[in-house]
């Protein structure tokens, strides 16, 4: 089977546009999470969505925004980019049969996006 | 790709020797635990969890130990080998929500 999948695996932007990430959750698995990964640092959340509704928001600006599909995809959009933006930006899903609370969380790759 | 934690908090041992990693949590109100392996380039991978009534879980050459006395987390890897040469994150959840905590990371070098 499949893991979590995101698309692009890389991405350069300038100051000022817009970027969607995408990603795709293991078969099965009903619940998104994204997080920021700065380079040097840990993870840091986003946003959880499950069944299409946002459930968590992290401390990020509302530049950040976030939807769910139908099919349980996600994408992460991000408006006015600044240079702070640049990082990893990973997702994650889990199979929410716990009803979402202390699940674990598999992660893709993730998308280097790097905004000059 | 880049590398993860260009910074961190080193832990080098010996090829065949047992590591432990270690990992200070924030949240008295925290109840699950998890520890993840994150290599250059890649996303974290599952390794261990632990919820907050237990103080040790094992796994394959791996395992967890928690004391919520002192918010404290420690993972141990036996017999280190140098696929385990990593960075490795403590996460917590914080009980009734949906988000994780991430530490700051320690990168653990196997020597030959």
């Known amino acids: 089977d499949a893991g979590v999948t995101q698309s692009p695996t890389h991405l350069i932007k300038t100051r000022g546009q817009h970027v969607t990430l995408r990603c795709s959750p293991i078969s099965g698995h009903k619940s998104v999470s994204w997080y920021q990964q700065v380079l040097g640092q840990g993870p840091q959340f986003i946003f959880q969505?499950?069944?299409?509704?946002?459930?968590g928001r992290g401390n990020f600006p509302d530049r950040f925004s976030a939807r769910q599909f139908p099919n349980y995809s996600s994408e992460l959009n991000v408006n006015a980019l600044l240079l702070g933006d640049s990082a990893l930006y990973l997702c994650?899903?889990?199979?929410?049969?716990?009803?979402?609370?202390?699940?674990?969380?598999?992660f893709g790759s993730g998308t280097q996006l790097s905004v000059l | 790709g880049e590398s993860v934690g260009l910074h961190l908090p080193t832990l080098s041992v010996q090829e065949g020797d047992n590591s432990i990693i270690n990992c200070a949590y924030s949240?008295?109100?925290?109840?699950?635990f998890i520890w993840y392996k994150q290599e250059s380039g890649k996303g974290p991978q599952f390794i261990i969890d632990?919820?907050?009534?237990?103080d040790k879980r094992q796994g394959q050459r791996v395992t967890v130990l928690l004391n919520k006395t002192v918010k404290h987390l420690s993972l141990q890897i036996a017999a280190t080998q140098p696929g385990d040469s990593a960075v490795y994150f403590c996460?917590?959840?914080?009980?009734?929500?949906?988000?994780?905590?991430f530490g700051t990371g320690t990168r653990l070098k196997v020597l030959a």
């Open positions: 969505y499950y069944e299409k509704e946002e459930r």
């Open positions: 632990i919820r907050s009534n237990m």
């Open positions: 994650a899903s889990s199979s929410d049969r716990g009803g979402g609370l202390n699940e674990k969380l598999f």
């Open positions: 949240n008295s109100a925290s109840d699950y």
């Open positions: 996460a917590e959840n914080i009980g009734g929500t949906y988000k994780y905590i």
